[in-house]
């Protein structure tokens, strides 16, 4: 692109590779990229969504149905394809779940407000509406929402399910809910002013292969995967002194760089003589300290194991980072980080016991405090989505304690938002009126999506749903399963409200972005998409390949 000077406007100075892209087109652009990335999400919504096989550059595969996964594994390198991907970051990190809602609500917005930019309406009034909207379908879900109560199992129960649906946990999905939601209880405690305050620190997740997902188990305290040191150490502690270490059990680094010159054997022997004493002077410490028990971070030295197993104390070496700082809370203790000023008062107690057929530790503190998720599946891939599933359930139950509010699923709460934004519209004068109709369009994208993944005819059934909630049926939803109008949180299908409120918040903030942007001036080649591919699969034109993705066609 040429460099030149034009009266009263600012000079751009460009490279020769710079391309520019303005306006109408820079729009045109920005939202095809945005919409291919919504749409390759799309298909997993739901229940009956499908799954995608991603395969990175390594070729690790990943199988899953998480849409931030999907788009944090795909390495899109299209910017305004990443600001989508950062919705659906977004809404992980505040919600936990609805990340496939909010990418395709994002998609169906600007897909929207593509058609207001075409009858020639500003992008600055859409902007507008979309915000008024946004805010207004906020306000609204508070209306609509129903209270929970921390001890409400079952509703709890119904939103752990409604949030494993179509993942891998879906299969033991009653046993897992039910764990989930004990876990939750487990670590929840009332506040002060009454409020619940969920402190997921206190809860781990161990996941294991080889048995069924069905068989996962909830246990008080920590589960360390490791095995004593030694073979002669006792291994079960009804109540052990439990000390945690972050110093190696072995001679000090400086003293074996040294180097020693040894005349003789004599010089050799007091050589050995040291170290052995070094060791020997630990092992006391720790038997002096009282513990029973020794998490050691780092290594432990063979003859130190030796001296240990003849002092009855059980050791196990190279303990993760992140079981020490469970343990730690397990325990309520400290991790000691020198041997030479070890007291009494850096052993905590506990119940420590073995399993030997699992190969595991399992620890209790005195307070029961904390507590371990150990999760089974066949394979480690199984293992792996049934992880994801059980993180996003974890998240959903604990906000969905705090916030105390859910919702009815299956769309009914999107067709309801919507009939309220359509009514909402007539009091927005001018053109913002019909960018608020667009946005209610848009939330109706969730009835439809779900719909057509499981093979309905989402016209039809969208009709239906409108009609139900005209006539006053706030909760009329669409269960995929028999693919009938009905009240969906009846059914069990129950969302949390505060996911919600994210996902249309995030949503419209993310269109609103893309809808912003009039110029684009990029240092390098910018395959333009003007072929304007209803699909949006004209997105992904511009999108620049799609990293390591190469193998992913078929997939999808
Ligand atoms: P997200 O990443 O947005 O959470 P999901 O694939 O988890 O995507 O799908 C969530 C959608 O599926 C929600 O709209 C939820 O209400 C709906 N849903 C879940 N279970 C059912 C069900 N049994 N029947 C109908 N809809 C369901
Ligand atoms: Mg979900």
């Known amino acids: 692109m040429s460099q030149r000077m034009q009266q009263g406007q600012p000079m751009i100075i460009m490279g020769d590779d710079a391309q520019r892209v303005k306006d109408k087109d820079a729009q045109e652009y920005n939202i095809s990229a945005a919409r291919g990335v919504a749409e390759a999400v799309r298909s997993t919504l739901g229940p009956k969504g499908m799954d995608k096989m991603l395969v990175d550059s390594m070729g690790d595969v990943t199988i899953t149905n998480d849409g931030v996964t999907i788009l944090q594994t795909m390495d899109i390198d299209n910017p305004t394809a990443e600001m989508i991907v950062e919705v659906a970051e977004t809404q992980e990190d505040e919600a936990g779940d609805g990340t496939t809602s909010a990418v395709a609500i994002a998609g169906e917005l600007l897909k929207n407000a ?53 993942k891998g946990a879906e299969l033991e999905k009653d046993v897992l809910a039910d764990l989930v939601v004990r876990a939750i209880q487990d670590v929840t405690v009332e506040a002060e002013d009454g409020s619940h305050v969920v402190d997921l620190q206190n809860l781990n997740i161990e996941t294991r292969t080889g048995r069924s997902a069905g068989e996962s188990r909830l246990l008080s305290g920590a589960v360390v995967d490791k095995d004593p040191v030694h073979d002669d150490m006792p291994t079960d502690f009804e109540e052990a002194n439990v000390l945690l270490l972050n110093e190696a059990i072995e001679v000090e680094e400086a003293d074996v760089d040294t180097s020693v010159n040894v005349d003789s054997p004599d010089q050799l022997q007091k050589f050995l003589d040291q170290e052995e004493k070094q060791l020997r002077e630990k092992v006391d410490a720790i038997v002096e300290s009282g513990a029973d028990v020794v998490f050691c971070q780092k290594g432990i030295d063979d003859l130190a194991q030796h001296y240990l197993a003849k002092e009855g104390i059980l050791a196990i070496r190279r303990t993760k980072k992140s079981d020490m700082k469970f343990l730690k809370n397990v325990l309520d203790t400290t991790i000691v980080t020198d041997i030479d000023s070890l007291s009494a008062d850096d052993v905590a107690v506990g ?94 994208l969730i009835p439809r999506v779900l719909a057509e993944n499981a093979g309905l005819d989402s016209i039809d059934l969208l009709v239906d749903l409108r009609a139900a909630h005209e006539s006053g049926d706030e909760h009329a939803g669409l269960n995929v399963f028999t693919g009938e109008v009905e009240d969906t949180f009846e059914a069990g299908v129950v969302e949390t409200a505060h996911a919600k409120e994210q996902a249309v918040a995030s949503a419209a903030e993310a269109a609103n972005l893309v809808l912003k942007i009039d110029d684009i001036i990029a240092a390098g080649d910018l395959s333009t998409s003007g072929d304007g591919d209803e699909g949006g699969a004209g997105g992904m034109g511009g999108m620049g390949g799609m990293g390591g993705m190469g193998g992913m066609g078929g997939a999808m």
């Open 351 to 444: 119940s420590v016991t073995r399993d030997a057929e699992e190969e595991l530790f399992y620890v209790e503190g005195e307070n029961p405090h904390g507590a371990t998720l150990l999760l089974y599946g066949s394979t480690e891939h199984v293992v792996d989505e049934l992880e994801r599933g059980i993180n996003d359930a974890i998240d959903v139950v604990a906000t969905t304690v705090s916030d105390g509010r859910t919702l009815p699923g299956g769309g009914a709460i999107e067709v309801e938002l919507a009939s309220r934004l359509r009514d909402y519209a007539d009091s927005v004068s001018g053109r913002e009126q019909l960018a608020v109709e667009a946005f209610a369009d848009s939330l109706e």
């Open 114 to 166: 593509e058609e207001l930019l075409e009858q020639d309406i500003h992008p600055t009034a859409v902007i507008k509406g979309f915000n008024l909207a946004s805010e207004y379908a906020r306000e609204q879900v508070d209306d609509i929402a129903t209270a929970v109560d921390p001890d409400d199992t079952e509703t709890l129960k119904n939103v752990a399910e409604t949030s494993m649906t179509g």
